[in-house]
Each structure stands twice: as C-alpha cells, then as structure tokens.
C-alpha cells in the first residue's frame, strides 16, 4: 500500500499508476511538485491559525466562522460571484429568481470555505471525533459490493468534497484507491504529507495517477479495494482512452470510461455516489444506485453505455437539487 490515503478530485481515465511502496507522496511526485519553502512557510501558518480557532472555538464555532469567512468572500470577489453565475446559468435553471441566484451563489462561498478550512484542521481532530462527522447513505448497496469477496468501483463526480470524503473513508477503515491527476494543488500535496504521518491506517489506501498505465487499476480491483474517480470530464491523455457519449443539460459530452471498463472486465460491482456536507463539518457520502453488478448477461459495450447515461442523468439531477456544490466552473 501506498503513502497517501485520499480518494481525489480527479480528471478521470482508463490509466493509472500507484505511487511505489516506500516513497512518501511528496518522494512520488518529483517532476516540478516538491513544495517550495514559501508554501511550506505559508501553509504551515495557516494551518497553525486555524487549529488554534479549533481550540477556542470548538468544531461548531469553527464552522460558523467559516461561514461568515465564505460571506466576506461572497461579498467583495466578484470575479469569482461573476464565474459561479455563469457555471449556474449553464443549468438551464430558469425558475431560479434572482434571490434565489444569490442564494445559492453565497452558499457556493460558504461551503468551498468550510470544506477548505475543514481540509486544512483534519489532522488536528481525534480520530474517533473525525469518523463521527462521516455517514453514508444507503450503505447496503455498498456492503453489498464488499461483501462480494472482490473490490468495487465508485463513481464520482468532480461536483462536491470528494477528497474530504476520501480522507473519512480511509480513516473509516475502507481500503480504498482514487484516480487523479499527476500534478495536485500545493496545499493537497502539504496536507497529504502531515495525514501520512500522523494516521498510519492511511497506508490501507493507494493514490493512482491518471495519465498512466491501467494495470494497477485492475490490481486494486482484483485485491478488493474501493476504487474510486470523476468520470464528468472529457479530456484525454491518449487517442486509445475510451468515451461514451451522454446527455448532460440538453448538451451532448463525451465522458471517459476506462476505469467503468476496467470494473467490468474485473466482474466486479460499480456503484454511483455523492458527497452531500451538511452542518458543523458533516459529510455523507450517498450512494446512489448500483450501475451494474458483478455477474451480469449483457455486454460490456450496452453494459457501460447504459450505466454512463444513468450516470449523466444521476449528475445533472444532483446539479438542479444542488447548485450550489458546483466545484468545476
């Protein structure tokens, strides 16, 4: 098992690789990712600034002032208001009134904050208090998949907390894997570092980089992880990569299906869900159907293009409920 326990927001694709045994994360990634000392140097006082608001504050007091860090945000960037108004347009929302607009645009800011800041103080939170703030729905439909005997493919989109709930699932116990992008934000890589070390059950869960070989996402299937990755994206690292075409807002996208192809192959179960914050920290993650299961008739072409459309479908009714979880704008 590898260094990092975090299913990521990923860029999803049929190819993966894990990060070698005995390097750390940081070890992993040389190609232009190690932190620089200025990073360092900031990342360590934010991170000192917000764990010492949990001590005084309490994990409801910090999450009220998350919340009233989000307003200010809301209040004076206007860029961004303009950008998320744009993204929000996009959902063809036409019964939304403008108070509504702002609504959902201010709750934008305040739960990208609290989901940054929760991100940042995760480390300094016991253990068992951590596991207390995660819950999942429909969770049969998940034990179901792990009591198949073999691992099971999680279906993620890049809408909502994925790292956070990757963060609560491996300190859950599961063993989990997560395909995402080579080169990761700065403060992802400083705070993966600080969770390697502090919570060894994190080397339960292996990290898999998106633009290399799929052997290893049938590895982890084979040795009944969780495999984990946000297939509502079209970019492609390679000509070979497949996609299936799907309906997303009245709009045709084609959408990566590797890893989908990958659980099938491997007759495994593959199972949709999302992660819903709620209240003082508070995240589910909820399964929303199972796509397909391990023994199936059909094909791989019908199976896959089947359970992409629903997938789609599954997205876009998240988006309508939701807009404010949108993260990719």
């Given at each position: 098992m590898t260094e990092s326990g975090i299913i990521t927001q990923s860029r999803d694709t049929s190819e993966a690789v894990s990060t070698p045994p005995g390097k750390s994360h940081e070890?992993?990634?040389?190609?232009g990712q190690r932190l620089t000392a200025w990073e360092r140097a900031s990342f360590f006082l934010a991170h000192a600034s917000v764990a010492a608001l949990l001590r005084a504050l309490g994990i409801r007091g910090l999450y009220r002032f998350?919340?009233?860090f989000g307003t200010i945000e809301w209040l004076v960037?206007?860029?961004?208001?303009?950008?998320?108004g744009r993204a929000l347009a996009s959902l063809h929302l036409s019964s939304l009134s403008p108070a509504l607009r702002r609504r959902f645009t201010r709750e934008h800011f305040m739960q990208t904050r609290c989901d940054k800041i929760f991100y940042l103080v995760f480390d300094c939170l016991p253990a068992q208090r951590?596991?207390?703030?995660?819950t999942i729905g429909n969770k049969g439909l998940l034990e179901a998949a792990v009591d198949s005997g073999r691992g099971a493919y999680v279906a993620t989109s890049h809408h909502g907390?994925?790292?956070?709930a990757?963060?609560?699932?491996?300190?859950?116990?599961?063993?989990?894997?997560?395909v995402r992008e080579r080169r990761e934000s700065a403060l992802r890589r400083y705070i993966q570092d600080r969770l390697d070390r502090k919570y060894p059950d994190f080397q339960r869960a292996r990290i898999l980089f998106a633009d290399s070989f799929p052997r290893e996402i049938f590895r982890c299937l084979r040795e009944g992880f969780l495999l984990g990755s946000s297939m509502d994206?079209?970019?492609?690292?390679h000509p070979n990569q497949r996609t299936e075409p799907v309906t997303l807002f009245g709009e045709q996208r084609h959408f990566l299906s590797g890893p989908l192809r990958v659980a099938y192959r491997c007759n495994v179960h593959a199972l949709q869900a999302f992660i819903v914050p709620s209240r003082d920290f508070r995240y589910r993650l909820e399964i929303v159907e199972t796509?397909?299961?391990s023994d199936r008739p059909a094909g791989e072409d019908e199976m896959v293009g089947d359970a992409m459309r629903r997938y789609a479908a599954n997205v876009e009714r998240f988006l309508r409920t939701t807009p404010h979880l949108m993260s990719r704008l």
């Open positions: 070890q992993a990634d040389v190609e998350a919340r009233g960037n206007f860029k961004r208001r303009r950008r998320f951590a596991r207390e703030l995660f907390s994925v790292h956070i990757g963060l609560l699932m491996a300190l859950s116990g599961y063993r989990i894997a997560g994206v079209s970019r492609t690292y796509l397909f299961e």
